[in-house]
Structure formats: structure tokens, C-alpha cells
Antibody, heavy 119, light 107 residues
């Protein structure tokens, strides 16, 4: 059974940093792209960052470029999202999702971790 | 970026009703359109991929159709567990984008 378990969310002040983690199991982690998505309270879904199977390619939504870094450790079956210089508009539930890559769907999602940016 | 327009944004229906949700993309997404169901406090769940393919484990009352810029999600006979919000998402080109959602409520 595929499982994705996010952790690392919490309350942080504007300008602060957080590192989210996603632990994967139940599939061959190194064979899949991974993506972080987010959902602001009461809002829709947005892709934040994606990383290729071997970590050689990374993509970011414009609103987080320069502030967010996605990384992965295939030996630990984990993907990470380092978020710096956080803003109020980054407040959201952050999900990691398994992705086969270009022109495919997000077929499994974690339960999400809430990030709240507030003073 | 490909813009996504879902309609309606909400609808009221009864158990047993046939429900249709529409998603329109601002430019062709070919067949690369996916549908997700989300219940309150839960992560989205993939229902349909590549416009018309039923994800494993998803009941057959769900179906998808369309190509190019116009797509449809149909629930043939609404069940109590289907009251939720539904999102379309294009995977044709980056950045991957989602529709605004359709909330299906009980009449």
C-alpha cells in the first residue's frame, strides 16, 4: 500500500523558515517524480514544486521561486521542502504527492501538514 | 499558463441524481485532464486520469469524457459518500493547474 506521510508544519513568523518532510513507502520511490502541492484555507489547489526521480530536475511555481527548495533522498525514501522568508500568503496545508512526470496525474497524496505564517 | 474554468462552482443534488461537472481549459490540454475528489479535512483523491480513465478502486458510477478544451465528469447515480468537492487538473503543460472546484451538496 502506498503511503505518504508529511511532517514539519507549524506556526512560523513572517520571514521565518520551515522544512517539510514527506516519508514514502509502498512503492519504488526512486522511480517517481515527487511534487509538493498546497491548499490555502478555503481555497483551491496549487502545485508548489516538483523534483525528478534522481533529483536532477526541479520546478517551482513562480510565487515561491528563490524562497523554496525541493530535495529528495532516495536512500531514505523521502522528499523535502525547505521554505525560507515565509509570507502570510504561504499559509496552507501542504501535501506531497507521487507523480509519474510530464502529462500524468498525481495518483497518491499524503494527508497534508499545515503551515501557518503569522505574527 | 493554461487557465482552468470549472462549472458550476457548486450544485445541489439528491441521492440517485445524475451529476455533470464541466471543466474548460484556456488552450488545448489534449487528453491530459484529471479529476479529483476532496472531502473536508482530507487530501484529494484521484478519480479519473487522462480524461476518461477510471483510477483503480474508483466506483464505475464515475466517468470522464472530453478532449482539447472541454471536459466532463459525470456521476451516474449520486451516492451519499459522493458529497464532496471535485477538482479538474491539466497535466498537459507546466505549470500544472487546477480548476477552482465544484462543491456537490445535498439538496
Amino acid at each position: 500500500e502506498v503511503q505518504l506521510v508529511e511532517s514539519g508544519g507549524g506556526l512560523v513568523q513572517p520571514g521565518g523558515s520551515l522544512r517539510l518532510s514527506c516519508a514514502a513507502s509502498g512503492f519504488t520511490f526512486g522511480n517517481y517524480w515527487m511534487t509538493w502541492l498546497r491548499q490555502a484555507p478555503g481555497k483551491g489547489l496549487e502545485g508548489v514544486a516538483s523534483i525528478k526521480k534522481d533529483g536532477s530536475e526541479k520546478y517551482y511555481v513562480d510565487s515561491v521561486k528563490g524562497r523554496v527548495t525541493i530535495s529528495r533522498d532516495n536512500a531514505k525514501n523521502s522528499v523535502y521542502l525547505q521554505m525560507n522568508n515565509l509570507r502570510a500568503e504561504d499559509t496552507a496545508v501542504y501535501y506531497c504527492a507521487k507523480w509519474r512526470g510530464s502529462q500524468s496525474e498525481f495518483d497518491h497524496w499524503g494527508q497534508g501538514t499545515l503551515v501557518t505564517v503569522s505574527s | 499558463d493554461i487557465q482552468m474554468t470549472q462549472s458550476p462552482s457548486s450544485l445541489s443534488a439528491s441521492v440517485g441524481d445524475r451529476v455533470t461537472i464541466t471543466c474548460r481549459t484556456s488552450q488545448s490540454a489534449s487528453i491530459y485532464l484529471n479529476w479529483y475528489q476532496q472531502k473536508p479535512g482530507k487530501a484529494p483523491n484521484l478519480l479519473i486520469y487522462a480524461a476518461s480513465n477510471l483510477q483503480s478502486g474508483v466506483p464505475s458510477r464515475f466517468s470522464g469524457s472530453g478532449s482539447g478544451t472541454d471536459f466532463t465528469l459525470t456521476i451516474s447515480s449520486l451516492q451519499p459518500e459522493d458529497f464532496a468537492t471535485y477538482y479538474c487538473q491539466q497535466s498537459y503543460s507546466a505549470p500544472l493547474t487546477f480548476g477552482g472546484g465544484t462543491k456537490v451538496e445535498s439538496k
